[in-house]
């Protein structure tokens, strides 16, 4: 059994946080610099290349890559042969983030639904943990803006839908975000699985994008069927018409019962920013 204080948790999120907000993944810059070059619109090009150089600024001046800081997500995979010790981890996992978006000067989102009055400091934190095999915790984080978090989604289709309406439903998705949601996107998307899991199974796929094991199968034919389906769309960067409409899609099948068929579809912005730390 191996022992592993909730601080180190805390501060592994701090430091997730503060690093995330300013750089973007070696994925997502890759991404970005293949699709300015192969764009064909001279202001699809203009758009990937302002926002190469807003990446840069941001990972030299430290400074956020984006004004919404979004809302914290943070998923633990905590090792079964773990013994967390020292305070409630909820209490440590909230510091941490609040911590960081304080010190880093991130800004603070979080509201009331009903009055919108701002919650300032008291940034709520969405918390997820998962028991796996080992003697490890992994600590992800996503922070998404509200633009790409309002337009995901999630449909209850009838059990006898088939794949072309399934992905038309994904593809709708991303064509009705337009610029709210400030393409180019990726997507992750799950098909199956409940109403409460399907979500959770989409914001994995998402995070598989950057560190997934490559996929394979039908799982792969279809991720390269809706990249292709989006980037033929027109809409292209910041809606102002191009190619390079999506850079990454991850497309998961679950098992779902007989009488249903959720899809759910996480859309993220340019501005993907996912982290992970090992304990």
């Known amino acids: 059994m191996r022992e592993i204080l909730t601080p180190q948790i805390r501060d592994a999120l ?7 907000a300013t750089r973007l993944p070696e994925r997502v810059r890759a991404d970005l610099k293949e699709s300015e070059r192969r764009e064909p619109s001279p202001q699809g090009r203009g758009v990937l290349n302002l926002l190469l150089e807003n990446e840069r600024l941001a990972r030299d001046q430290k400074i956020p890559l984006c004004q919404d800081a979004g809302l914290p997500q943070v998923i633990l995979e905590i090792g079964q042969e773990v013994r967390l010790t020292g305070p409630p981890l909820k209490e440590e996992v909230e510091a941490g983030v609040r911590e960081a978006y304080a010190k880093a000067f991130l800004r603070q989102s979080g509201c009331h639904p009903l009055n919108r009055a701002n919650l300032r400091a008291e940034i709520p934190v969405s918390l997820e943990t998962l028991i796996v095999p080992g003697d490890k915790v992994m600590v992800y984080t996503l922070a998404k803006g509200g633009g790409c978090d309002n337009r995901s989604s999630l449909f209850n289709l009838p059990p006898t839908a088939e794949l072309p309406l399934i992905l038309e439903k994904v593809t709708e998705t991303v064509i009705n975000a337009g610029p ?5 996107f990726y997507l992750g998307v799950n098909i199956g699985g409940t109403f409460e899991s399907a979500p959770r199974y989409a914001r994995r796929a998402l995070l598989d994008i950057v560190w997934g094991p490559p996929p394979q199968g ?5 991720a390269e069927r809706v990249l292709e389906t989006l980037n033929a769309s027109g809409i292209g960067p910041m809606s102002v018409g191009g190619r390079a409409t999506a850079l ?3 497309v998961t099948l679950r098992p779902t019962h007989i009488a249903s068929l959720p899809v759910a579809v996480n859309l993220c912005c340019h501005s993907f920013r996912p982290g992970r730390g090992e304990l």
């Open 14 to 20: 701090f430091n997730l946080c503060v690093d995330t």
């Open 180 to 184: 709210d949601a400030c393409p180019p």
């Open 218 to 222: 039908e799982e792969a034919e279809l």
């Open 248 to 250: 990454g899609v991850r």
